[in-house]
């Protein structure tokens, strides 16, 4: 497990905003989207490509493109969501699969309420996505389900994470293919299990309380 914390102006300029209670939800779901953007350029370093033959106007030459099978992108539902459109923008012909997990607020353990994706991974790059790694026990379960399918490299992107969460997916995730991109390590956990500062809770900002 590897964890790649994105250093950039621009990034910090825009999770200042993201960060802000005063921002309303359109604005927060926009910087939301230009934010998963910025970190899929770094996040995407590793994507697998092979050479392919084109003609310029000028001479042939030979360039590269996305290799087969296609990477596949996995939102974690609610506010996974909120990355998908940029993450698809950068990975047009990205496959799509869907998790929908929760983490019960008083246990903080996490629960999965829909599986929508290939039984079959292999050989697939996979490309997690999800604002907030909290106590970890969401993401950590999302890659153990991906690798029982057969994942061989998965890279989460995270707008937050929290130091106690690294430590729980370097911990549970020892030497697996995995790396974890970010705009910021924060302080770490409140007392309920809210990365401090943070944003607060990224579904509700995105979408509206869920109840
Ligand atoms: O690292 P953890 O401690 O597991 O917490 C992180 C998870 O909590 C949030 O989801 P939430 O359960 O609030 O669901 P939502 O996206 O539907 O709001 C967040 O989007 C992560 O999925
Ligand atoms: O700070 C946090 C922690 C978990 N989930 C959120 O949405 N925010
Ligand atoms: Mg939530």
Known sequence: MRIHVVDHPLVAHKLTTLRDKRTDSPTFRRLADELVTLLAYEGTRDVRTEPVDIETPVKPTTGVRLSHPRPLVVPILRAGLGMLDGMMRLLPTAEVGFLGMVRDEETLKAS????RMPSDLSGRQVYVVDPMLATGGTLVAAIKELMSRGADDVTALCLLAA?????VME??????PVRVVTSSLDEGLNEYGYIVPGLGDAGDRMYGAAG
């Not at 911990?171 to 697996?176: H, M, N, S, T």
């Open 112 to 115: 999965t309420y829909s599986t």
């Open 163 to 167: 130091p106690e969460g690294v430590a």
């Open 171 to 176: 911990r549970e995730l020892a030497g697996a």
